[in-house]
T-cell receptor
Framework: EDKVVQSPLSLVVHEGDTVTLNCSYEVTNFRSLLWYKQEKKAPTFLFMLTSSGIEKKSGRLSSILDKKELFSILNITATQTGDSAVYLCAVKTGATGNQFYFGTGTSLTVIP | NAGVTQTPKFQVLKTGQSMTLQCAQDMNHNSMYWYRQDPGMGLRLIYYSASEGTTDKGEVPNGYNVSRLNKREFSLRLESAAPSQTSVYFC????????????FGSGTRLTVV
């Protein structure tokens, strides 16, 4: 059975801290891994990763994929209160068409 | 603004009642999806439509039906609501294969009492 596991489930940090969120997966026919940020409402797209070892960056956020060890990390440096959200990892497999398997998310709270 | 529009935003149903959740996108995407999100369970796929005229079951289809009315619209119907269907429902759309991720609607919070 395909599964996506995120850790930690929740995290509380102070502004300025650096955090690392983890996503591990066991799926057949891996195609891509995506990270989303979910605040109060709909998830918004952050990154898509398909190749091992290639870092994607956007401002203070970065992410990398390890297809050998089957995981990805999302790093956030110099955290701000606006980074408080649930971060979702989703893995696309080629086995069942156009769908992703989502992890349960990591809830990040950044306190001033 | 371009995007995915869901209605209603909130709904309370009594057990056994029926309702339809509406979703429309104006990005000319081919694929559309319905997910539910429950605490501790993440997002789980109910049904999806890879293209106009096709629909397929996802991970948790029981108790639901869908209609891909045209390229823009994809509705989700609960024929006889149950308390286990209390959840937040998200509609999403994507280009073919969803390789560049989904665009999500703002969600419908459904409570079945």
């Amino acid at each position: 059975e395909d599964k996506v596991v995120q850790s930690p489930l929740s995290l509380v940090v102070h502004e300025g801290d650096t955090v690392t969120l983890n996503c591990s997966y066991e799926v057949t026919n891996f195609r891509s891994l995506l990270w989303y940020k979910q605040e109060k409402k709909a998830p918004t797209f952050l990154f898509m990763l398909t190749s091992s070892g290639i870092e994607k960056k956007s401002g203070r956020l970065s992410s990398i994929l390890d297809k050998k060890e089957l995981f990805s990390i999302l790093n956030i440096t110099a955290t701000q209160t606006g980074d408080s959200a649930v971060y979702l990892c989703a893995v696309k497999t080629g086995a069942t068409g156009n769908q992703f398997y989502f992890g349960t998310g990591t809830s990040l709270t950044v306190i001033p | 603004n371009a995007g995915v529009t869901q209605t209603p935003k909130f709904q309370v149903l009594k057990t056994g009642q029926s309702m339809t959740l509406q979703c429309a996108q104006d990005m000319n995407h081919n694929s559309m999806y319905w997910y539910r999100q429950d605490p501790g369970m993440g997002l789980r796929l109910i049904y999806y439509s890879a293209s106009e005229g096709t629909t397929d079951k996802g991970e948790v289809p029981n108790g639901y039906n869908v209609s891909r009315l045209n390229k823009r619209e994809f509705s989700l119907r609960l024929e006889s609501a149950a308390p286990s269907q209390t959840s937040v429902y998200f509609c999403a759309s994507s280009e073919w294969g969803g390789e560049y991720g989904y665009t999500f609607g703002s969600g419908t919070r459904l409570t079945v009492v």
